[in-house]
T-cell receptor, first 109, second 115 residues
Framework: GEDVEQSLFLSVREGDSSVINCTYT??????LYWYKQEPGAGLQLLTY?????DMKQDQRLTVLLNKKDKHLSLRIADTQTGDSAIYFC?????????FGKGTKLSVKP | DTEVTQTPKHLVMGMTNKKSLKCEQH?????MYWYKQKAKKPPELMFV???????INESVPSRFSPECPNSSLLNLHLHALQPEDSALYLC??????????????FGPGTRLTVL
């Protein structure tokens, strides 16, 4: 079945760039998403990319998509302590969202 | 406005209680979803309503009963729950009938504890 894989942890220093990686299996996915979840909160849609795009930039966020390798990444420039959260990659598969296990980003001052 | 609201924020209930979770959106979305999220895990889909009709039930036990009174509201009725049902329950909505291209917007969740 469809599967989405992410590394579980990432630790960076404040001001550095963070890169969170994700691989997925469903080549028919139309949209790929990044959601952010802070402790005890719901999921906040950060950004998404259409499968015919290679890159999307939105302020400090850059999404790169390598469709051939089924690899998605989220780069956060100038990472701040407020960016500490769990980041979920998700693919849209047949109308449903398939989530990765989430990457916990820790930002050290 | 991309807001999905959920009430209550927290709920503690005994195994014999009956309670309901509520979800509301005023974005004109026609698909609404319930997810269950255990600690340190991704959300798991429970139910999907599309145009107020139940379109997906992911083999959820009958002690969870969804209801969609109108296109803006989604309820989840709880009865005779087990302690392992304790989790964060997330509601989401998307514009059309849960198509491939629909982006889902999530509410803040209800933290449920079953004693």
């Amino acid at each position: 079945g469809e599967d989405v894989e992410q590394s579980l942890f990432l630790s960076v220093r404040e001001g550095d760039s963070s890169v969170i990686n994700c691989t997925y299996t469903d080549s028919s996915s139309t949209y790929l998403y990044w959601y952010k979840q802070e402790p005890g909160a719901g999921l906040q849609l950060l950004t998404y990319i259409f499968s015919n795009m290679d890159m999307k930039q939105d302020q400090r966020l850059t999404v790169l998509l390598n469709k051939k390798d089924k690899h998605l990444s989220l780069r956060i420039a100038d990472t701040q302590t407020g960016d500490s959260a769990i980041y979920f990659c998700a693919e849209s598969s047949q109308g449903n969202l398939i989530f990765g296990k989430g990457t916990k980003l820790s930002v050290k001052p | 406005d991309t807001e999905v609201t959920q009430t209550p924020k927290h709920l503690v209930m005994g195994m014999t209680n009956k309670k309901s979770l509520k979800c509301e959106q005023h974005m004109g979305h026609r698909a609404m979803y319930w997810y269950k999220q255990k600690a340190k895990k991704p959300p798991e889909l429970m139910f999907v309503y599309s145009y107020e009709k139940l379109s997906i039930n992911e083999s959820v036990p009958s002690r969870f009963s969804p209801e969609c009174p109108n296109s803006s509201l989604l309820n989840l009725h709880l009865h005779a729950l087990q302690p392992e049902d304790s989790a964060l329950y997330l509601c989401a909505s998307s514009q059309e009938g849960a198509r491939l291209t629909d982006t889902q917007y999530f509410g803040p969740g209800t933290r449920l504890t079953v004693l």
